[in-house]
């Protein structure tokens, strides 16, 4: 799924009025989880003229960079993407929290080709609308960059612009892709996040690294279902934002999910 480039990238960046979320932050890290047996990292194959693809998935946690965004329980997601001509993406995600009233709309264009042999980027804009005890959105910008010619080792770096927080969050990850069976694949992956005035505005730099497995499984040539494991260490900007709240507590985050996913 083409819209794996907006992993990492998300922040509504306003108070929602959910404990926990001073400077939001959605969106595209559900987004990961989405396509995240990471295949949108490996070298393109030719696809059709026109593909859509609907997956409903499920994270026990809403967690984007490094920060559960609920307070209560985990979050639904239902996604439709339509790829044009193998290079254009454009995709509606909504969000429903399990536990409590949260609703989440992201609005999304990429643009995905091959800068160099081996080397395929992204670009994208979206638009994030959330729903809390009260209204907030955002406009973001983003990039993607990976290195694709070893498929068991695949570096790559993400940028995303937030225009209502004016600031940016980094990303640099490796992933590890590998075939079990014809129809298994695991991936094992880790990440580290730099925010500058993203997240937070008072402060920049180590944001949190994150470890995770994620797996996929092909029903059929046109269905597959996906999962993954995922632990969030946090770091600096993460250690400050609680401290200056008065949370003495553990910021470290452990989450899992999974979806189902069909192509037409």
Known sequence: MAIHSAKMMASIL??????GLSYGAFANESLEHIDSSSHSLLPSEKTEFLAVTLDLGWDSKYISQGR????????????TSVQYDGNW??????????SQAYTEWNLGLEYGFNLAENFD??????RIEGYGSSRCQDNELFAELAYTATPWLIPSINYVYSTEANGYF???????FWNITDHLSLTPYISQGFDFKYRTADHNGKNNLQLGLESNYQLSPNMS??????HSIAQGDIEQEAAANGDTSSQDQTYVGIHFAMTF
């Open 14 to 19: 306003c108070l929602l009025g959910v404990n």
């Open 68 to 79: 559960n965004n609920l307070q209560d329980g985990g979050i639904y997601w239902l996604n």
């Open 89 to 98: 993406t454009t995709y509606a995600l909504v969000g429903r929290g399990d």
């Open 121 to 126: 980027a992204k670009l994208g804009y979206q």
């Open 170 to 176: 980094v990303e640099m990850s490796l992933h590890s």
């Open 225 to 230: 279902i996906s999962g993954h494991i995922s």
